[in-house]
């Protein structure tokens, strides 16, 4: 049978159709594959390139880890991705959700309806609410070998990288001589007054710390004392959140400490994989607030918060080695 262009071809290079409905079977028998590919429809073409980004896209996909156990509570996005079923938008999705409030145990996070139910059986025995990680990385030797991608995000930053890990410490405190319980507006105006007090040293951690140029915006008023006491020759330092998912709040915390550090603040930024949630002021190495403020004119002026302010030399050496090991230079 002498092969003819099909009429109904719905490319001009086919030489092997004879009507257009030839089999691919039959294609691929007489070896000639770039005719069997273009006497194919456009549809037909697109699911074939469909189909070969599929594969490739599994091929190069994180893979999940079968043994162990992942605290869902202080997992990174990336760790969280590891459980199966958990993609990074589930995975934003959970951490979003436990800054508001832990996650207490499985009816809690079913409860959320953070994960499907059909995902369930496979994840229940990987997942703890308490304690530390207990699993091997199955994307370890991917992970060093984009280590210089990874290398040139952190040069991006301006900012001092801590270590990529959790304290996960208890420690008493035995010798404290004061705690004052500070609820809602309280709590700016004791910090306010501690901190204009400040002779030596001021460390402060915040999740956001949100400014205007309204002068009455009492973050801002914060700033400006902190600004003061820098260059009064005060050590002052903070520590500040950097988000994959809140940009928003990065790009303003950026923002504010490229203005501090053009008054002599030191700032600094932890690792981009955790969270840093902590709103902590120590001051002169004694004093300590903690709690539930941040330093937002909203936190500070009406919100429903709760603070400790808590005079203990043993708690705030704790805490200035908390900050030392989320922030090294």
């Known amino acids: 049978m002498t092969s003819k262009k099909a009429k109904n071809c719905p490319d001009f290079r086919c030489e092997t159709c004879e009507d257009g409905r030839i089999s691919s079977v039959s294609r691929l028998n007489q070896n000639n594959f770039l005719s069997f590919f273009f006497c194919h429809t456009f549809m037909q073409r697109s699911l074939i390139f469909a189909l070969v980004f599929l594969l490739i896209s599994n091929a190069a996909y994180s893979k999940n880890i079968s043994t162990g156990s992942i605290n869902i509570n202080t997992a990174t996005a990336y760790q969280l991705t590891l459980l199966p079923g958990i993609g990074k938008a589930t995975a934003k999705k959970i ?54 991608k990874s290398n040139q995000k952190k040069k991006y930053h301006s900012s001092n990288w801590g270590k990529n890990f959790a304290i996960n410490k208890a420690i008493q405190i ?10 809602d507006g309280s709590f700016f105006v004791h910090l306010s007054n501690a901190l204009n007090q400040a002779k030596k ?91 539930s403020h941040n ?35």
């Open 95 to 148: 951490i979003i959700s436990r800054e508001k409030n832990p996650i207490l145990n499985k009816i809690d996070l079913l409860t959320r309806r953070l994960i499907r139910s059909n995902y369930w059986e496979n994840l229940e025995p990987l997942i703890s609410y308490t304690g530390n990680h207990q699993y091997d990385d199955p994307n370890k030797k991917r992970k060093a070998s984009s280590s210089n």
């Open 201 to 291: 040293e001021i460390w402060l951690s915040t999740f956001v710390f949100k400014t205007t140029q309204n002068k009455h915006n009492k973050a801002v008023q914060i700033v400006e004392i902190l600004k003061r006491k820098a260059k009064q020759g005060i050590d002052v330092k903070l520590v500040l959140e950097q988000s994959e998912y809140h940009h928003d709040l990065s790009e303003g915390n950026h923002r504010l400490a490229n203005h501090l550090r053009q008054h002599k603040i030191k700032v600094f930024f932890d690792s981009m994989d955790n969270t840093m949630h902590s709103k902590i002021v120590v001051i002169d190495g004694k004093q300590v607030f903690l709690g």
């Open 174 to 183: 035995d010798n404290a001589e004061k705690i004052v319980l500070l609820t």
């Open 295 to 329: 330093m937002t004119d909203s936190a500070l002026r009406r919100n429903h918060e709760a603070s400790l302010m808590i005079i203990s030399s043993q708690l705030s050496k704790e805490l200035i080695h908390y900050f030392e090991s989320i922030a090294k230079e």
